[in-house]
């Protein structure tokens, strides 16, 4: 069921080929800050609790159906224009009557407040058929353009390419987003015609059908920033710098201190708590949450991972997808965390690898310790209790137990469990000789000596 009434659903055309990409990806599965650009979309409409939402996409685009999935998908099989391309949905769409939100999956930043608007102005008084987003870029190219008529009413959409030379001039711009009156969504559609400079069913073309039929049009405008789409992997970059400075700007105003804002890259899913302290170049990947009063030393790379209050990561560290660290617990300089558990106040502070592993709290993991979770074929988990110790530079060969409590000596290999409050050692004997390094250089020296004699 809808949220919004009267109704909202929306037609997201994702079939064009995306060439300037030059890519083996469809271009809607790019990703932003982590998440696929027709994810931003989605995630931008969500709020507006739309029903049904149709994905348009061309055959073989499987990647993008599973991507949107379970959301309905519609193939274009061949891409004869936007006006075309909605058309395609028809069937997906039924009976449906509300207001008919038509996006681009490749335009990833329209916000929920936007798309609010234009719903709204569609379910205006004076009940306009079509409510067009429109902008003022600072440079409008080959956009096509908003023509007004004398009451600032929307009069018709022309192509750059049809446009006149006045036409040109008009600076109010088409984002091709648009909000349809879906009573008259298909009688619309269906007088659009390809007789036009690119031989293209245009969807521009149904302002000016729905002027003919008496019934009124109309413009909201929003910021260029969040209609721009990307075509290329330029583009792209600078979506992902643009994206990434609001986030950061996000981070802060919600009470997290990032020491040099612009050399910290968050997911578009990044949850950070309060007085989180992130310090110079620290990445995150999807899937991160962060508790109050972290502290992310410089040079952290963090991907799906859970750290709790009063923990402090880094500097360079990485954590990755199923990482649970503890509450005060440290990961320090070289280590690597995946799969695993860190308990309250368990310290691993240099050069580590904890791979599928549990460690209890309190637990300290000596530096260089090593947990050999894979044989090349099968993983297998090093679970260690609470309070125990492992020493410097060990190897724990999984699957292995250390009890509570349990010290493991410097440079072992623990093949065997170990039993809580025990000690194990399992490294070579050490053999000292007395004197024997002196006489040991006398000869060799001698040696020599004799060689060069020769
Ligand atoms: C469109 C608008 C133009 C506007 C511009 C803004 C039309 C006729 N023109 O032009 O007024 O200024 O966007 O960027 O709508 N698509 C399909 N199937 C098709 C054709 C397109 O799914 O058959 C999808 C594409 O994947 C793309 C979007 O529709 O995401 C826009 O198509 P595109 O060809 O880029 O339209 P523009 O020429 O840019
Ligand atoms: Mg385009």
Known sequence: MSRTEPRTAAIILAAGKGTRMKSALPKVMHRIAGRTMIGHVLANLKPLGSQPNVVVLAPGMDQVASEVAPLPVAIQAD???????????????????????????????????????????????????????????????????????????LDRIVEWKEASEAERAVTLCNSAV?????KMLWSLIDRVDNKNAKGEYYLTDIVELARRDGRACA????????????????????????????????????????????????????????????????FFGPGVSVADDVEIRAFCHIEGARIESGAVIGPFARLRPGSEIGMDAHVGNFVEVKNSV?????????????????????????????????????????????GAFIGSNSALVAPVKVGDGAIVGAGS?????????????????????????????AQRQKLKQDKTRK
Do not use: W
Not at 130 to 148: F, H, N, Q, S, T
Not at 178 to 182: E, F
Not at 414 to 438: C, F, L, M, N, Y
């Open 342 to 386: 860190l308990g309250k106040g368990a310290k691993a502070n240099h050069l580590s690898y904890l791979g599928d592993a549990d460690v209890g709290a309190r637990s300290n993991i000596g530096a260089g310790t090593i947990t050999c979770n894979y044989d090349g074929y099968m993983k297998a988990r090093t679970i260690i209790g609470e």
């Open 79 to 153: 891409q004869l224009g936007t006006g075309h391309a909605v058309g395609c949905a028809r069937q997906a769409l039924g009976d449906f009557e509300g207001t008919v939100l038509v996006l681009f999956g490749d335009s990833p930043f329209i916000s929920t407040a936007t798309l609010a608007s234009l719903v709204a102005r569609r379910q205006g008084a004076d009940n306009p058929a079509v409510v067009v987003l429109g902008m003022r870029p600072a440079d409008p190219a080959k956009y096509g353009r908003l023509i007004l008529d004398q009451d600032g009413a």
């Open 413 to 441: 290999v623990i093949t065997r469990d170990v039993e809580a409050d025990a000690i194990a050692v399992a490294r070579g004997e050490q053999v000292t000789r007395a004197g024997r390094a002196r006489d040991f250089r």
């Open 219 to 282: 413009v909201v405008e929003a910021p260029e920033a969040e209609l721009m789409g990307v075509n290329s992997r330029a583009e792209l970059a600078t979506a992902e710098g643009l994206y990434q400075e609001q986030r950061r700007a996000l981070a802060m105003e919600e009470g997290a201190t990032l020491t040099d804002p612009r050399s910290v890259f968050f997911a578009a899913d990044t949850k950070l708590g309060r007085d989180v302290v992130i310090g110079p170049n620290v």
């Open 178 to 182: 648009m909000a349809i009156d879906g």
